[in-house]
C-alpha cells in the first residue's frame, strides 16, 4: 500500500462526523401523533380482514355463536368446499374473468382515445368538448332512459351489455388528460413531428411509452370496478350462464338464507351455513384483486402524485 493511500485512509478516519440534527420536542410530538393515526387507520382496514379471513376457516357452529374474532375457531374448510362445488362459481369466475379483461381493454383504449386529443393544445375546441365530456359526470340520463337505450341496441342478455354501456368513465377521462398535458411537453410533439410521425404515430411511439403509470391507475380502476359489478349484470341479463361472479355470490347467498317448511334443526343448520358462506366468498371474491395490486401499486402511487410536483 502507498503512501499516498495511507495518508488518504488517515485523513478520512479523522475527518470528524456531521454532528445529528437533534428533533425537537414539538417535531418529535408531531410524529407520534402521525405515527398513532396511521396505526389506527391501519388497524382498521386490517382487522375487519383479519376477521373475514378467520370467519371463513371456522365452523358453522362457530361463526353463528359469534366465538370467532382474530383466529378460526374449529378450523374447518366447509365453507370453501360448499361454495366451490356449486359449478356456478366456475362459470361466474370465468365470466367475471372475461368482463374484466375485455371491459378494461376496451375502456382504457376509448380513454386515450378521448384523452389525448383533449390534452393537445392545438387541438381546436378541446375546452368546450372537455365541458360537455364534464357535464355528463354531474347530469346523467338515469336509470330508465339508460336501459331502453341498451334495449334498444340489442344489447339485452349479451356480454356487450356489462360492457359498452359504462365503457368510458369521466373521471378517469380527467386523470389521463391532466397526466398527459402535464408530464409530456409540447417541444416533445413537436420533435417528433419535425422527424416526420403523424398522429398516431407520436400517440404509440411516444404517449403511450411515457404513459405507463397512468395507463395503469385507469386499468386498475376500471378493472376493479368491472370485477366488483354486479347491478348492471342484475339489470340487462337473464341467462344464468352470462352472470359475472358477483352475481352468482349474491343469488348464493340469498337461496342460502331462504327457509321453506323445514324443521327446526335443518333450518338452523342452513342459516349456520349461510352466515358461513358470506364470508367464505367474500374471500373468494377478493383474492384475485388483491394478486393484481402488487404488480400495480408502483404505477398507481406516480399516477396519483399527478400535478404534484411541478417544476
Known amino acids: 500500500m502507498t503512501d499516498t493511500m495511507v495518508q488518504s485512509e488517515v485523513a478520512v478516519k479523522a475527518r470528524p462526523r456531521p454532528a445529528r440534527i437533534r428533533d425537537s420536542g414539538v ?14 387507520f391501519l388497524a382498521i382496514v386490517l382487522l375487519p380482514l383479519i376477521y373475514i379471513v378467520a370467519s371463513s376457516f371456522s365452523s358453522p357452529n362457530a361463526v353463528s355463536s359469534g366465538r370467532v374474532w382474530l383466529w378460526p375457531v374449529d378450523f374447518s374448510i366447509r365453507g370453501y368446499e360448499v ?3 356449486n359449478p356456478q362459481i366456475v362459470t361466474g369466475f370465468a365470466n367475471s374473468l372475461f368482463y374484466t379483461v375485455v371491459g378494461t381493454a376496451v375502456s382504457v383504449v376509448l380513454t386515450i382515445a378521448i384523452a389525448y386529443p383533449l390534452s393537445r393544445q392545438d387541438f381546436f375546441g378541446r375546452n368546450a368538448i372537455t365541458a360537455f365530456v364534464v357535464f355528463t359526470m354531474i347530469f346523467a340520463g338515469g336509470l330508465v332512459p339508460t336501459y331502453l337505450v341498451v334495449q334498444q341496441l340489442g ?8 360492457i359498452v354501456p359504462g365503457a368510458i368513465g369521466v373521471w378517469q377521462v380527467i386523470i389521463a388528460r391532466a397526466y398527459l398535458r402535464h408530464t409530456i411537453p409540447d417541444s416533445l410533439y413537436e420533435a417528433a413531428e419535425i422527424d416526420g410521425a403523424g398522429s398516431l ?3 404509440w411511439s411516444v404517449v403511450l411509452p411515457l404513459a405507463k403509470p397512468m395507463i395503469a391507475v385507469i386499468a386498475l380502476m376500471y378493472a376493479i370496478g368491472q370485477w366488483n359489478a354486479y347491478f348492471d349484470a342484475l339489470l340487462y341479463l337473464k341467462s344464468d350462464e352470462l352472470y359475472p361472479l358477483q352475481l352468482v355470490l349474491r343469488n348464493i347467498i340469498v337461496l342460502n338464507t331462504q327457509t321453506g317448511p323445514l324443521d327446526t334443526a335443518t333450518m338452523m343448520e342452513r342459516q349456520q351455513l349461510a352466515d358461513l358462506l358470506k364470508y367464505s366468498l367474500i374471500v373468494i371474491s377478493t383474492v384475485p384483486v388483491l394478486l393484481i395490486y402488487p404488480f400495480v401499486a408502483r404505477y398507481f402511487t406516480k399516477g396519483m402524485m399527478i400535478g404534484a410536483i411541478k417544476g
Open 27 to 40: 417535531d418529535r410530538l408531531f410524529m407520534a401523533c402521525v405515527y398513532l393515526l396511521l396505526g389506527t
Open 83 to 85: 361454495a366451490l362445488s
Open 155 to 162: 344489447l339485452l342478455d349479451t356480454r356487450w351489455a356489462l
Open 201 to 203: 404515430r407520436v400517440l
